[in-house]
């Protein structure tokens, strides 16, 4: 049974750091590209950014090119999404999602697993 579970959210003041994690299990991780989307109060969901299985980035979204790192441990089955500089903009939901393919798809649809989510709220 494939799980991802996110956590790292909170509250952070604007120009603040948080990082998140996403914990896989029920598959074997290193098959899978695992993207991380957003989705703000009152907007669509959105695509952040993706890792592959041989570690390339692709950015969904242009404005956390810069601010926003995403790395992967294997060996943890983890995918860590580094958010600097945060923006009160980057208020959201955040998910992460796994796709059984080694590079990173163009469209959200592809992504077969989601976890629940984790808050992020950037407010002074």
């Known amino acids: 049974q494939v799980q991802l579970v996110e956590s790292g959210g909170g509250l952070v003041q604007p120009g603040g750091s948080l990082r998140l994690s996403c914990a896989a299990s029920?598959?074997?991780?290193?098959?899978?590209?695992i993207g991380w989307f957003r989705q703000a109060p009152g907007k669509e969901l959105e695509g952040v950014l993706c890792i592959s299985s041989s570690d390339g980035t692709t950015y969904y979204q242009d404005s956390v090119k810069g601010r926003f790192t995403i790395s992967r441990d294997n060996a943890k089955n983890t995918v860590y999404l580094q958010m600097n500089n945060l923006e009160p903009e980057d208020t959201a939901t955040y998910y992460c999602a796994a796709v059984y393919r080694r590079t990173c798809p163009g469209a959200r649809y592809e992504y077969g697993s989601w976890g629940q989510g984790t808050r992020d709220t950037v407010s002074s």
């Open positions: 029920g598959f074997i991780f290193d098959y899978y590209a």
